[in-house]
């Protein structure tokens, strides 16, 4: 079957998919009154309310499935984006537009930029998908930072190809059509009675067949959309652009997670515009291989089981057998297509003004290194916290056991835990060394169910990697009391403290001494005696 029938196909059942409700509900209106009128006699009038009833409920399942079908794809507000005008940046509009253009599709009445790795194209369609109308298009501010403007140009005429009719005048047609079905049958999905559900497995199997039906269609346009950014920006920059588009995903991600949100437990935001922006410092930190490797391992998202994308490499390798046209893939010298931006800062501001909850755009500025310092020293606290409660607990223990004649050293200890003040790191280390560690302060750090029924070595070996984050979490707090800890947002790498030089060479030695089968606090003893009493080289 050639690919003009197989779309023919397609909308010949997208006007089943339509009709299927006419037929229903003429069907219920005839049983209906055929009971009525002809079947049910008068002692049998609630058993015709039951009936009506029930059609009731039927008909309006059906008829909110069809006003779903007919308004999929009405535009609406768009609350976390900012709208741009051609007045606005008329660079950026430029460039959609030549895209639009050569896919032989109009421009779109209103552009978006989003806080995603993403773009897209959105239209509101007319008389159930089969004509075009409103159309919007979407493009995220990271998007634009880690592509350049030649792998840009090929993403916007790959999204305009999908309503191109590019090899048919069906293959765009048809696209739209998947859409308000997709969209008819998530309203099926949400349907809360069982009635619902009833007529809802009619919609969504018949919507199923003709997806699937459809599929190859949708395929042909996604390859062909391909083969035109190829044509319009090069066949190089689109591969690049394709194999960008994943580790871009993966970074984005990565700096949410890790530098954004940074200053939650704080309750507090990075510098205004550095939400989203800061994203740009990771770009240019780290490129090639060190960006890739954000992604490495990690699996590609499921697709939708109707996904009319086919797989990343199978589009690469198809645009690679493409003829060469001398043009190259867009990196090197290419220009971030950031830079078509007229203030990509203030473009930054406005975006995180539009998308940051009200409460959480009132929290407090700080810089990224006040950030990092604030950060650090919060982890430290929370690494240390378990460990100073649980000598804590050991000391307070140790001194309702002694006699009355204790020594001067542990009744000092004894009234500080008295007061309830958590020992400091001296007192931690005295502790070890009058063997109170895998006597009495193991026991009592926090575990797992399943671990407290370890014993001997095993028991040790599970719980000394969290005194060991205990004891470096003080020594943290330690050195930044002091002065001799930096922050460092290390934009290449994981943010946090810049210890001394000697304590990066020595500290791991000497925490790993001070929690082994017989402590040994020496090591950091000196190590603490060295950095409160001579400036440490850094």
């Given at each position: 079957?050639?690919?003009?029938?197989?779309?023919?196909?397609?909308?010949?059942?997208?006007?089943?998919?339509?009709?299927?409700?006419?037929?229903?509900?003429?069907?219920?209106?005839?049983?209906?009154?055929?009971?009525?009128?002809?079947?049910?006699?008068?002692?049998?009038?609630?058993?015709?309310?039951?009936?009506?009833?029930?059609?009731?409920?039927?008909?309006?399942?059906?008829?909110?499935?069809?006003?779903?079908?007919?308004?999929?794809?009405?535009?609406?507000?768009?609350?976390?984006?900012?709208?741009?005008?051609?007045?606005?940046?008329?660079?950026?509009?430029?460039?959609?537009?030549?895209?639009?253009?050569?896919?032989?599709?109009?421009?779109?009445?209103?552009?978006?930029?989003?806080?995603?790795?993403?773009?897209?194209?959105?239209?509101?369609?007319?008389?159930?998908?089969?004509?075009?109308?409103?159309?919007?298009?979407?493009?995220?501010?990271?998007?634009?930072?880690?592509?350049?403007?030649?792998?840009?140009?090929?993403?916007?005429?790959?999204?305009?190809?999908?309503?191109?009719?590019?090899?048919?005048?069906?293959?765009g047609v048809t696209m739209r059509c998947r859409k308000a079905v997709l969209h008819t049958v998530e309203v099926f999905r949400e349907g809360s009675t069982r009635l619902h559900y009833a007529i809802g497995a009619l919609y969504v199997g018949y919507a199923r067949m003709?997806?699937?039906?459809s599929q190859s269609v949708a395929r042909h346009q996604e390859l062909a959309a391909d083969r035109i950014a190829a044509r319009h920006a090069g066949r190089d920059a689109t591969a690049a652009a394709l194999r960008n588009l994943p580790v871009l995903a993966a970074a984005?991600?990565?700096?949410?997670?890790?530098?954004?949100?940074?200053?939650?437990?704080?309750?507090?935001?990075?510098?205004?515009?550095?939400?989203?922006?800061?994203?740009?410092?990771?770009?240019?930190?780290?490129?090639?291989?060190?960006?890739?490797?954000?992604?490495?391992?990690?699996?590609?998202?499921?697709?939708?089981?109707?996904?009319?994308?086919?797989?990343t490499a199978e589009r690469i390798a198809l645009i690679e057998k493409l003829p060469a046209d001398d043009r190259p893939d867009g990196s090197g010298d290419e220009p971030a297509a950031l830079t078509l931006l007229y203030d990509p800062d203030r473009m930054f501001a406005?975006?995180?003004?539009?998308?940051?909850?009200?409460?959480?755009?009132?929290?407090?500025?700080?810089?990224?290194?006040?950030?990092?310092?604030?950060?650090?020293?919060?982890?430290?606290?929370?690494?240390?916290?378990?460990?100073?409660?649980?000598?804590?607990?050991?000391?307070?223990?140790?001194?309702?056991?002694?006699?009355?004649?204790?020594?001067?050293?542990?009744?000092?200890?004894?009234?500080?835990?008295?007061?309830?003040?958590?020992?400091?790191?001296?007192?931690?280390?005295?502790?070890?060394?009058?063997?109170?560690?895998?006597?009495?302060?193991?026991?009592?750090?926090?575990?797992?169910?399943?671990?407290?029924?370890?014993?001997?070595?095993?028991?040790?070996?599970?719980?000394?990697?969290?005194?060991?984050?205990?004891?470096?979490?003080?020594?943290?707090?330690?050195?930044?009391?002091?002065?001799?800890?930096?922050?460092?947002?290390?934009?290449?790498?994981?943010?946090?403290?810049?210890?001394?030089?000697?304590?990066?060479?020595?500290?791991?030695?000497?925490?790993?001494?001070?929690?082994?089968?017989?402590?040994?606090?020496?090591?950091?003893?000196?190590?603490?005696?060295?950095?409160?009493?001579?400036?440490?080289?850094?």
């Amino acid at each position: 079957m050639t690919f003009r029938l197989r779309a023919v196909r397609a909308l010949v059942l997208l006007a089943g998919f339509h009709l299927m409700g006419v037929v229903l509900l003429s069907a219920m209106a005839a049983l209906d009154w055929l009971l009525v009128t002809r079947l049910l006699t008068a002692q049998a009038a609630w058993l015709e309310g039951m009936v009506l009833t029930v059609t009731v409920l039927l008909a309006a399942a059906i008829l909110r499935g069809m006003y779903a079908f007919l308004r999929a794809g009405r535009l609406g507000p768009v609350p976390h984006a900012v709208a741009v005008t051609p007045q606005d940046e008329a660079e950026l509009w430029e460039q959609v537009r030549a895209a639009a253009e050569v896919t032989g599709e109009r421009p779109p009445d209103e552009l978006y930029l989003l806080a995603e790795v993403n773009a897209g194209v959105a239209e509101q369609n007319r008389l159930l998908g089969l004509l075009p109308g409103r159309r919007r298009m979407f493009l995220g501010l990271p998007l634009l930072a880690g592509l350049t403007v030649p792998q840009l140009r090929a993403v916007l005429a790959h999204e305009f190809g999908h309503y191109g009719n590019l090899d048919t005048r069906l293959g765009g047609v048809t696209m739209r059509c998947r859409k308000a079905v997709l969209h008819t049958v998530e309203v099926f999905r949400e349907g809360s009675t069982r009635l619902h559900y009833a007529i809802g497995a009619l919609y969504v199997g018949y919507a199923r067949m003709f997806l699937r039906t459809s599929q190859s269609v949708a395929r042909h346009q996604e390859l062909a959309a391909d083969r035109i950014a190829a044509r319009h920006a090069g066949r190089d920059a689109t591969a690049a652009a394709l194999r960008n588009l994943p580790v871009l995903a993966a970074a984005h991600t990565h700096y949410l997670e890790t530098y954004a949100a940074m200053g939650g437990p704080l309750e507090a935001l990075p510098p205004v515009g550095e939400v989203y922006g800061g994203f740009r410092r990771l770009l240019a930190a780290r490129t090639g291989e060190r960006l890739a490797a954000l992604s490495a391992g990690q699996r590609p998202p499921r697709p939708h089981e109707y996904d009319s994308h086919p797989p990343t490499a199978e589009r690469i390798a198809l645009i690679e057998k493409l003829p060469a046209d001398d043009r190259p893939d867009g990196s090197g010298d290419e220009p971030a297509a950031l830079t078509l931006l007229y203030d990509p800062d203030r473009m930054f501001a406005a975006l995180e003004a539009r998308t940051l909850p009200r409460e959480e755009a009132r929290l407090r500025r700080m810089s990224w290194d006040d950030l990092v310092m604030a950060r650090a020293v919060a982890d430290a606290e929370g690494w240390s916290r378990p460990l100073r409660v649980a000598v804590s607990r050991a000391l307070r223990s140790s001194a309702q056991a002694a006699d009355s004649t204790v020594t001067v050293r542990r009744g000092a200890a004894a009234e500080g835990v008295a007061n309830d003040r958590l020992p400091g790191l001296e007192e931690i280390l005295d502790a070890f060394d009058r063997g109170l560690l895998w006597m009495a302060v193991a026991d009592r750090m926090p575990k797992p169910h399943q671990a407290a029924r370890l014993t001997g070595p095993s028991a040790r070996n599970f719980i000394r990697p969290k005194i060991f984050d205990g004891l470096a979490g003080m020594v943290h707090l330690r050195l930044a009391e002091a002065g001799h800890a930096t922050p460092d947002i290390a934009w290449s790498g994981q943010p946090g403290l810049v210890l001394p030089e000697a304590w990066e060479k020595g500290m791991d030695d000497a925490l790993d001494a001070a929690v082994a089968d017989t402590p040994d606090t020496a090591p950091l003893r000196a190590l603490l005696e060295a950095g409160l009493t001579h400036d440490i080289v850094r």
